[in-house]
């Protein structure tokens, strides 16, 4: 952990390989005392990181992107030890991380206040950073969702307490070092920033319920979420939960571009993102042909080491999590799916699995976290109404060469994003992304992060 530029190392928690089961590092649990020393330590930094130039934020958040980028080989081989995630997607990971902290030194210095016009007065605004702003992260993208939180934070002049999911933590102490670098550089206050790991229940705790925090940013489950408003008191909050995603295929729909689309939004990461495809809804004159080719394509993936460079899928986060998975598809075929493909477990490998289910199987009601696709028939005029029976909206996607019928679906479609023509997993690093309903509130993206992690300060001066 790293408190006040300190380097604490205790051997507390056992860090395990998500794909050997070896443990692999021990990591300092950190107690409630010493959390709330590390944000004591963060308030006394917070005028200081308030007054700190454009331009030092705009070189540290350089600095960084150019530091992850000259170790980029280094972090990647660390994300497919510590979090399971396939070398070649690890890549992928790192390099839109150097883009995040850029893009957080560009908005660094774009981030604009406003003129309002008035006959005797002058009124402007200026956006002030809002303190401390704890970052509450998970283990399935330990770099970049880190960035997403830390580069809008610096960039607003903000101090940071970060907390990253015990599961995954190496690859954020790997990023910590790096900006405690940068910060030593360019004399930015040690305190601003501090990793602390050990328990959520603990560390995440304190920092939600600590009335010297003033802002939280958590991606995480919908559960926690929901924990995190009952606690968080008068705080900014900024929560990024979970999804079953509907991805719909109409009949006019290029079939081959979307299964390529589909098999990658449902198997990336063993379907460990917040965004996979959560049920496919296919238009019945189709079906036959699109789950033909879906379920050729899911029997071809290569599962296995995430060190193999041609392996496409590896391993479940922990062994409890895949045994979960592989006993909810044991669910859902006693409720009346039908296993086209999969199913099959070996320790944390848990292979690409498709079923065929009606619209209110259990499948098709919970977050998975995991390679399982459901696969609905349905009439047009039945699709919308399937997509939108969920608590979650985050993201949808429509497949159809009709772009005015694909904007009435998307108008219609109760979610934070919908993807035309390729798949809910899309997401560009600079797009608003979140969701509503159970899937989140506010908005991330450097440049909306940002207007949430500032406050909005009215200055009026009469003639």
């Not at 006959?119 to 970049?144: M, Q, S, W, Y």
């Not at 960039?155 to 995954?168: D, E, F, R, Y």
């Not at 399982?372 to 005029?381: G, T």
């Amino acid at each position: 952990m790293l408190i006040n530029g300190h380097w604490i190392d205790r051997k507390d928690i056992d860090v395990i390989n998500p794909y050997t089961l070896e443990i692999i590092e021990k990591i300092p649990s950190l107690n409630r005392e010493e959390v709330k020393t590390a944000i004591d330590i963060a308030e006394e930094c917070k005028d200081n990181m308030k007054n700190t130039s454009i331009s030092q934020r705009y070189k540290v958040l350089v600095g960084i992107a150019n530091k992850i980028k000259e170790n980029s080989e280094k972090l990647s081989k660390i994300l497919a030890i510590d979090a399971g995630k396939p070398i070649k997607q690890a890549r992928i990971e790192v390099k839109r991380s150097v883009e995040t902290f850029l893009s957080g030194a560009f908005y660094a210095k774009e981030l604009r206040d406003e003129v309002i016009p008035s006959d005797n007065h002058l009124i402007f605004t200026k956006r002030e950073p809002v303190g401390i702003v704890g970052a509450i992260t998970p283990f399935n993208f330990p770099i970049n969702l880190s960035a997403h939180k830390i580069a809008p934070a610096i960039a607003t002049g903000n101090v940071v307490v970060h907390h990253p999911s015990s599961k995954a933590p190496l690859a954020c102490i790997e990023l910590a070092k790096i900006i405690e670098e940068e910060f030593r550089k360019y004399n930015v206050p040690l305190g601003s920033y501090s990793l602390l790991t050990g328990l959520g229940e603990i560390v995440g705790d304190e920092i939600v319920k600590n009335d010297k925090v003033n802002m939280i940013s958590f991606t995480g489950s919908s559960k926690v979420g929901e924990e995190i408003t009952k606690k968080a008191g008068f705080k900014k909050i900024a929560l990024e939960l979970g999804g079953v995603n509907p991805n719909l295929v109409l009949k006019d729909a290029d079939l081959k571009k979307a299964v390529n689309s589909l098999i990658r939004g449902s198997f990336v990461y063993a379907g460990q993102i917040c965004i996979s495809v959560g049920k496919i809804v296919v238009e019945e004159s189709v079906a036959d042909k699109f789950i033909k080719m879906f379920v050729e394509k899911a029997k071809s993936l290569n599962v296995g080491d995430p060190l193999n460079e041609n392996t496409d899928m590896g391993p479940l986060i922990t062994l409890d999590h895949a045994k979960w998975a592989e006993d909810l598809v044991k669910r859902s075929v006693e409720e009346g799916a039908k296993l086209l493909c999969g199913g099959k477990r070996d320790k944390t490998l848990f292979y690409p699995t498709v079923l065929e289910v009606e619209p209110d199987n259990i499948i098709c009601k919970v977050e998975t976290f995991a390679p399982i696709v459901p696969i609905i028939r349905a009439k047009e005029e039945e699709m919308i109404e399937i997509a939108n029976d969920t608590q979650y909206g985050l993201h949808s996607a429509i497949f159809t060469k009709n772009l005015e019928k694909a904007l009435k679906f998307a108008e219609n479609l109760e979610f934070g994003g919908v993807m035309i023509n390729d798949s809910s997993l899309f997401r560009q690093d600079n797009m608003p992304f979140g969701g509503v309903k159970k899937s989140g509130i506010g908005r991330e993206g450097v440049k909306y992060a940002m207007e949430e992690m500032s406050n909005i300060k009215t200055i009026v001066i009469t003639h």
